[in-house]
């Protein structure tokens, strides 16, 4: 069974898609992923006590944040890492050193007008998909060939 980390971006459905793919072919693959609930995850740190300064609030709630990524992560066989193109994911390119770092292979979701600022982080992954489903695809290829 294969350990796979969905990283990125919140605000469309690639990880339904690729969880969906996966499972009609039945692939031997389980998911984690980062809290997706924006609002969840912004509110993490809540539970320390509240933060009159916005820095602080995020500060701790990304600590706590961290725990769960840095576990997940650190269990992975794969990542796979989206960027998408409403909004910077920071988060995104800093799982993907972590990856890099540790040695965990990762594969890049993105489209091609992007490529310019994610060639560094494209050029340590293992493949760049343009969709879910080329993802699944490598997924089926990965777990599937004798």
């Known amino acids: 069974m294969w350990q796979v ?10 990880r339904d898609r690729i969880i969906q793919g996966a ?13 997706t609930d924006h609002e969840a995850s912004d509110a993490a740190g809540d539970v320390l006590g509240t933060e009159p300064e916005p820095f602080w609030r995020d500060h701790k709630s990304s600590k706590i944040n961290a725990i769960r990524t840095k576990t997940l992560i650190e269990q992975c066989d794969l990542a796979i890492i989206r960027f998408g193109d409403k909004y910077k994911q920071w988060n995104a390119a800093f799982d993907a050193g972590y990856c890099a770092a540790l040695g965990t292979p990762y594969i890049t979701l993105h489209d091609a007008d992007i490529i310019h600022p994610l060639k560094e982080v494209d050029g ?3 493949a760049w998909a343009k969709t879910p489903q080329q993802v ?6 990965l777990t599937t060939q004798q």
């Open 5 to 14: 980390y969905l990283s990125g971006e919140i605000h469309t459905d690639w």
């Open 136 to 141: 699944v695809a490598i997924l089926d290829y």
């Open 124 to 126: 340590s992954a293992m």
């Open 23 to 35: 499972s009609e072919k039945q692939l031997p693959v389980t998911f984690s992923s980062a809290v």
